[in-house]
């Protein structure tokens, strides 16, 4: 059985375990990072898919069209310029293999997303249906 858990900071670790009766044995680890000064990333999800991958769910906020989302050392989307909205938020939508590697990732890039009650399920097919 797969467990998964992602913690919420400035940086957000994306992890996977495997549970093993009592004991948890962590399989990998990735930090979710955004480039740039006063950036920031908010909330978070792991989901299991169907077809035994992960996928991830999250907010990441930057001030400049080149800041940089990076999950370990891959980039995974593009910043966004400035809105004035604050939190210059845009959703993540990453497809994750059991090992960690980046197949995919789905991003907005207006800067005007916030949530911090992301919801998603894995469908029968390996999708997924989120909402933000």
């Known amino acids: ?3 998964a858990a992602m913690l919420a900071s ?3 670790l994306v992890q996977a375990q495997e549970s093993q009766l009592a004991n948890v044995k962590s399989l990998w680890g990735k930090a979710l990072v955004c480039s740039g000064e006063k950036t920031t ?3 978070g999800r792991l989901i299991a898919s169907t077809d035994g991958n992960l996928y991830m769910i999250a907010n990441a906020g930057t001030k ?16 966004t310029d400035y809105t004035g909205n604050g939190y210059n938020l845009n959703f993540i939508l990453s497809k994750l ?9 789905v991003s907005s890039t ?3 997303t ?3 009650e992301q919801w998603g399920t894995a469908t029968p097919d ?4 989120v909402a933000f």
């Open 114 to 116: 916030y949530s911090n």
């Open 1 to 3: 059985m797969i467990a």
């Open 97 to 105: 293999g059991k090992d960690g590697s980046h197949l995919w990732t």
């Open 64 to 79: 400049a069209i080149d800041n940089i989302i990076t999950l370990g050392d891959e980039q995974i989307a593009s910043g």
């Open 41 to 43: 990333t908010i909330g």
């Open 10 to 12: 400035t940086a957000m």
């Open 110 to 112: 207006t800067g005007d």
């Open 126 to 129: 390996g999708g997924i249906i």
